[in-house]
Structure formats: C-alpha cells, structure tokens
C-alpha cells in the first residue's frame, strides 16, 4: 500500500525564517495531496493542498511544491511567525477511488520570537 | 457553518471495559470518516462510510471495533473491549461529494485512556 514519508520529525527555525517540510511517497498515481495543521490539543485544519497535475500552489506566505517523477512534494513557509508553531502533516489520496488519505508522521515546528 | 461536532471530548476507561464515541459530521456531508491518532504520529483511517454504507474497513480490528452511521448522518464508534493500546484521539472527519471529493474537515477528537 501507499507509504508517506515526512521530514524533519522536529524544526526550530527563528521569527521571519522560511521553513520547510518534505514528504516523499510511494504509489506513483497518488492525485492529492493536502498538508494539514494541528495545533496542540486541537484539530488538524487544512492549510493547502495540490492535486497531481499542478506544480505548486500558493496561498499568502504558505507555497506547496510537488514533483511528480520523484514522488515528492513540499511545503513552504516564508517570513514564518510564533502563531506558525504547530504540527504539521501531509497527507497523500492514493489511486483507489475511496478518498482515502495516508498520513506521514507529522514535523513539529517551533518559530522562536 | 457548523463544524464537525464530536462527543465526547475525553474519555478514560479500564482495559476490557466498552467505550462508545459519537460523531455529527457537517450538514450535507455524504462522506465520514473515523481516524485514530496515537500520540505522535499522523492520523491512521479506520472506517469510511459513503452516506450510510461501509467504503473502506480494512484497517479497522474487527474483532473489537465496530461503527455505524444509520440514516447516513450521525456516525457511533465502539471498542469492546478495550486495550491499553487504544490509547489514542479518534478523530471523525467528512467531506461533501462523492467518494473522490477532496477535502476533508476534522472534528475535535476524543482522548481516549485506556488504564
């Protein structure tokens, strides 16, 4: 079945930094990806997200990049701030018609005053 | 629009007691899907209904768990009994069309302790 794999488990960058957090697949005909934000005790809210035939999609200062031949895609913060920190999740829509969403593992990110 | 709304919020239970969680997904909504959160990790699906039939159960450990979603609304999820391992937040989400459809909106979860 479809594997997700997220890197880093845990980034600390400084107020006004980008951050940047990959996720890497394994089932080619992957379409959707989604990347969510959980806040501690909360729950996980969709922040962006990219279907297979887009490159990259931005909103504000979050931008998602996908590479299809190399099964990957990321997420990029720019001009980060405190309100940033969170748990972050990708998420991958294999090729079943179900829906179904994988999840990697989650990187925790600290955006230090 | 109202969210997901879930119920209830914490839970804790002994090992091999029986624990039901219940979960009214937004008005519309033919799609509901139960995750299981374990501390640290991503959300894993258990169960996902289309209206009120069962799309995907294949990570759901039958012997113990069990949902429903009758009149393909308000959905119930039970475990019996229940293992220290079910320690987790169950997570109830749902998205608008078909079994394609994108997005999917959380609910707030239920914490669940297993002693």
């Known amino acids: 079945g479809e594997n997700v794999e997220q890197h880093p488990s845990t980034l600390s960058v400084q107020e006004g930094d980008s951050a940047v957090i990959k996720c890497t697949y394994s089932?080619?005909?992957?379409?959707?990806f989604p990347w969510y934000k959980q806040e501690l005790g909360k729950r996980p809210q969709l922040i962006i997200d990219?279907?297979?035939?887009?490159g990259e999609k931005k909103d504000q200062r979050i931008a998602v990049t996908l590479n299809k031949t190399a099964k990957h895609f990321s997420l990029h913060i720019t001009e980060t701030q405190p309100e940033d920190s969170a748990v972050y999740f990708c998420?991958?829509?294999?090729?079943?018609?179900?829906?179904?969403?994988?999840f990697g593992q989650g990187t925790t990110l600290q955006v230090k005053p | 629009e109202a969210g997901v709304a879930q119920s209830p919020r914490y839970k804790i239970i002994e090992k091999r007691q029986s624990v039901a969680f219940w979960c009214n997904p937004i008005?519309?909504?033919?799609?509901l899907y139960w995750y299981q959160q374990i501390l640290g990790q991503g959300p894993k699906l258990l169960i996902q209904?289309?209206?009120?039939?069962?799309?995907?159960d294949s990570q759901l450990p039958k012997d113990r768990f069990s949902a429903e979603r009758l009149k393909g609304v308000d959905s119930t999820l039970k475990i019996q009994p229940a293992k220290l391992e079910d320690s987790a937040v169950y997570l109830c989400?749902?998205?608008?069309?078909?079994?394609?459809?994108?997005?999917?909106?959380f609910g707030p979860g239920t914490r669940l302790t297993v002693l």
């Open positions: 989400a749902s998205s608008l069309g078909g079994v394609a459809s994108d997005t999917q909106y």
């Open positions: 089932d080619s005909a992957s379409n959707y």
């Open positions: 990219i279907r297979s035939n887009v």
């Open positions: 998420a991958v829509r294999g090729s079943g018609n179900t829906g179904k969403l994988i």
């Open positions: 008005s519309g909504h033919a799609t």
């Open positions: 209904f289309q209206n009120n039939g069962v799309v995907d």
